[in-house]
């Protein structure tokens, strides 16, 4: 069935038959919703939102992960400070700095000189502090690298002497070996 004015259009040779099948072709198109709807602006801006949701989702997600495991490596550290700890036996006074605080732990002469040459190590326990052999402060330095307070052996031989920089900057020059005084 055809429009009247189409009718009109094709009798006065304005338009072809074939131009007129095509347009009804489109229009019955249109009726059927075949044609992928156009977005409206109220759908894309629901379509932003959703995306921004889903982001900001995955966002909390990853940041409870990261706080999940955080807790986790602290809990299996205490649980190292507490299997592999070493009992300090001793009345000697073993004083060391702890941030701004001069703290203090008893200790006997084999301690000192373990703890002098890196063999133990001074960690954070709960209010107090612990001493445990390098393995076990090496993995407790591992999961929670705050809880080691005294480590000789990362201090490595102390600042560098002066001497030093002279040393290396003089180096460069040779003297000869038959010069005399």
């Not at 379509?47 to 490596?73: I, M, S, T």
Request: proline content about 5%.
């Amino acid at each position: 069935m055809r429009n009247p004015l189409q009718d009109q259009l094709l009798k006065a040779g304005l338009v072809k038959k074939s131009q007129v099948a095509q347009v009804a072709r489109e229009q019955a198109k249109k009726r059927e919703g075949k044609a992928p709807p156009v977005a409206s602006e109220q759908q894309r801006e629901i379509a932003r939102l959703q995306a921004e949701r889903v982001e900001r989702d995955r966002a909390l997600a990853a940041e409870r992960n990261a706080q999940a495991r955080l807790h986790e490596q602290r809990a299996q550290a205490r649980q190292i400070i507490e299997t592999q700890r070493v009992p300090s036996t001793g009345d000697t006074p073993y004083r060391f700095t702890d941030g701004a605080v001069i703290r203090s732990i008893q200790v006997d002469a084999a301690q000192r000189a373990q703890l002098a040459s890196g063999l133990l190590l001074v960690v954070r326990d709960g209010a107090g502090y612990a001493l445990l052999p390098r393995a076990a402060g090496e993995k407790v330095a591992a999961r929670d690298a705050a809880l080691i307070v005294v480590d000789q052996s990362a201090r490595g031989d102390g600042p560098a002497s002066p001497g030093d920089d002279d040393e290396a900057y003089y180096a460069r020059f040779e003297v000869p070996d038959d010069l005399i005084w």
